[in-house]
């Protein structure tokens, strides 16, 4: 991330990469593979200690930030994750976090936040629905009014981390508009069923909503009033996941250039052929703009600016759909080694791809652009 970085938020970026790279190499990452919740827990505790999910969380209910602005620090370890391809319920966890501590009841924050920024609870946010429509429109999840309560039917899916969290906030259609609500992951009616990911270490699954009953301090803000907050999740998001993602292609290309200078062919280094020189040229650019794009949506999204909707969609839009193409072409640029199971690339691969289409498609975004814009 190329943000002008103060002394403590350098401390902090060096202290969670060191931590990621000595706690959470890509042979840890490997092994996850077969883990049903895709992270160790005991390593999420250690994680909240270092800050991960405190950052969007005030600090009278445990949490504080870095330097005064604590998108700005979330995006710096985002970006290292990304590097890593690391795991964890990371995005969901601080989205949820974030809109409890920003519309939740004294209650909902007492019961969500310490155990959050602590690392011993973890919450799934449940928005996208299966269907054609993404975004606040394609939710058909209903919640109706029953004597005091309301009941969810519906389904969510894909959701992050849905099998592993504590509890899930669900965006839900009400007679008054959106409404979200935040649900005991083993509340009854509720049923997860696990999807399986191209990503080595991140799950989803559809959950199910069958006449889930819950009662009225349930609701987090106002029932029907939730528009506001779903645009910040999304915004927030965006930003998050954009950092991760150009962080994986940051290294990618990183790793791939050096394999250019390394590999001779025909008696010269990969890196001399002016036909390789090009591609690593348009590489570079479209990274660049990678980074660019996903830093405006950061501080935009974190300074509340009148445009961050449009930033951060741009930023989804663009580094969606460049970061797998740049990856990709590394492939082709390691040759035969880039297809095999052995060589890491493929790890980034998978964690792009799968970026790619969570939290919107570029398609999507491209759409949710041309309507903020009034098109
Ligand atoms: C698992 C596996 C199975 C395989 N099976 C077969 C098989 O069944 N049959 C077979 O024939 N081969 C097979 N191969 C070999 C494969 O075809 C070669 O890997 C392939 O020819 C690419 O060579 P390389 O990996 O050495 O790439 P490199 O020579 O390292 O090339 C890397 C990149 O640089 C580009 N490049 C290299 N030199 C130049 C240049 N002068 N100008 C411009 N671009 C250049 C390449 O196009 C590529 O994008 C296999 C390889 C693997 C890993």
Redesign the pocket.
């Known amino acids: 991330m190329e943000l002008e970085l103060d002394n403590d938020q350098h401390l902090f970026w060096e202290t969670s990469r060191k931590f990621i790279e000595s706690s959470c190499p890509l042979a840890t990452v490997r092994q996850l593979y077969d883990d049903p919740d895709g992270f160790d827990r005991g390593w999420w505790r250690q994680v909240a200690e270092l800050g991960w999910t405190s950052m969007l969380v005030p600090e009278e209910h445990g949490g504080g930030t870095v330097s005064g602005n604590g998108l700005l620090d979330l995006v710096l370890v985002a970006e290292e994750m990304g590097r890593w391809v690391s795991p964890g319920p990371f995005l969901p966890t601080n989205v949820v976090a974030a809109t409890v501590a920003r519309s939740g009841s004294a209650e909902q924050k007492k019961d969500l936040l310490g155990a959050v920024v602590a690392g011993e609870l973890t919450a799934a946010w449940c928005f996208d629905e299966p269907g054609t429509r993404w975004g606040p429109a394609g939710v058909g999840l209903t919640a109706r009014g029953d004597g005091g309560d309301f009941v969810l039917a519906g389904i969510k899916s894909p959701v992050e981390a849905a099998a592993q969290a504590d509890r899930l906030l669900v965006t839900a259609r009400t007679g008054e508009g959106l409404g979200q609500f935040l649900v005991p992951a083993d509340a009854p009616g509720v049923r997860v069923t696990p999807l399986r990911s191209l990503d080595f270490c991140r799950r989803f699954a559809t959950v199910s909503f069958e006449d889930v009953r819950v009662p009225e301090s349930a609701v987090v803000g106002a029932p029907g009033g939730a528009a506001g907050d779903v645009e910040i999740q999304i915004q927030l998001a965006a930003a998050l996941q954009c950092a991760e993602t150009v962080g994986a292609v940051d290294r990618v290309f990183e790793f791939t250039t050096q394999y250019a200078f390394d590999?001779f062919?025909?008696g010269r280094p990969?890196a001399s052929?002016q036909?390789?020189k090009h591609r690593f040229a348009d590489m570079k650019t479209w990274l660049e703009a990678c980074h660019a794009t996903a830093t405006s949506a950061a501080r935009g999204v974190q300074e509340g600016a009148d445009d961050a909707g449009d930033l951060a969609s741009v930023a989804k839009s663009y580094v969606g759909e460049r970061s797998v193409d740049i990856i990709q072409d590394c492939v082709?640029?390691?040759?035969?080694?880039g297809?095999?199971w052995e060589h890491d690339i493929h790890l980034y691969l998978r964690r792009a791809t799968v970026n790619r289409e969570t939290y919107g498609t570029p398609a999507d975004h491209r759409e949710r652009l041309a309507s903020l814009l009034g098109m």
Do not use: E
Request: no cysteine; proline share 0%; charged share 5%.
């Open positions: 590999r062919s025909f990969l052929y036909a390789l082709q640029m390691h040759g035969g080694i297809v095999t």
